[in-house]
């Protein structure tokens, strides 16, 4: 990965200004709401960033982020990694109306402060990369795990009355 630590803090006004470009790495653990799907927070993520203004002079950024996070396997319950990778181009809007607007491809940025953290902006992107449900791969062989269920013959289910038994004898009752 790249030497450099992107910067804590990005002013996207004054970075598409500059029509800047970033790359660079930010460690997991910066990265609360996604460390907390995953089973580690040791490593980090590599980004580049670009910097520019869209046709209507809204700042704009794009780029990619990936990284490799450690989950556990919803089939077999083992600890796994998994690589994750996200692509990404944002516009800063001053609405929700306004970023309705945009078009396919272009995510809204909701303009709070000027300045926005890199590890926020980046957690983002890979907790939308996340799978739905973390399993290895096809070929991996890995198994269901089941737990064990007690063996009974079936005398036990045929004694216990059915759910609605009561209410069909209230029924009759009342007839």
Same mark, same amino acid.
């Given at each position: 990965m790249s030497g450099e630590t992107l910067p804590e803090y990005l002013d996207l006004l004054r970075l598409a200004e500059q029509g800047a470009a970033l790359v660079g790495h930010l460690p997991l653990r910066a990265m609360k709401r996604l460390v907390s799907s995953l089973v580690s927070d040791e490593g980090e993520? #590599?980004?580049?960033?670009?910097?520019e203004f869209d046709p209507i002079r809204r700042p704009q950024v794009s780029g990619w982020v990936r990284g490799e996070v450690e989950l556990v396997c919803q089939r077999c319950l083992e600890t796994f990694r998994r690589p994750l990778t996200a692509e990404f181009r944002l516009v800063l809007? *001053?609405? #929700?109306? !306004? $970023?309705?607007? /945009?078009? %396919?491809? &272009?995510? =809204?940025? /909701?303009? $709070? !402060?000027? *300045? &926005?953290?890199?590890?926020?902006?980046?957690? %983002?992107?890979? &907790?939308?990369? /996340? =799978?739905?449900?973390a399993m290895h791969?096809? %070929?991996? $062989?890995? *198994?269901?795990? @089941?737990?064990? *269920? =007690? @063996?009974? %013959?079936?005398?036990?289910?045929?004694?216990? =009355?059915g759910a609605f038994a009561a209410l069909a004898a209230l029924n009759r009752k009342n007839d």
């Open positions: 993520v #590599e980004a580049e960033l670009r910097f809007v *001053q609405s #929700e109306a !306004e $970023g309705e607007r /945009l078009m %396919d491809g &272009i995510e =809204p940025l /909701l303009r $709070g !402060e000027e *300045q &926005i953290r890199a590890a926020e902006l980046l957690e %983002d992107e890979l &907790i939308l990369a /996340l =799978p739905v449900v791969g096809e %070929d991996s $062989g890995c *198994q269901l795990q @089941v737990a064990a *269920q =007690p @063996v009974t %013959d079936g005398s036990a289910e045929q004694r216990k =009355p």
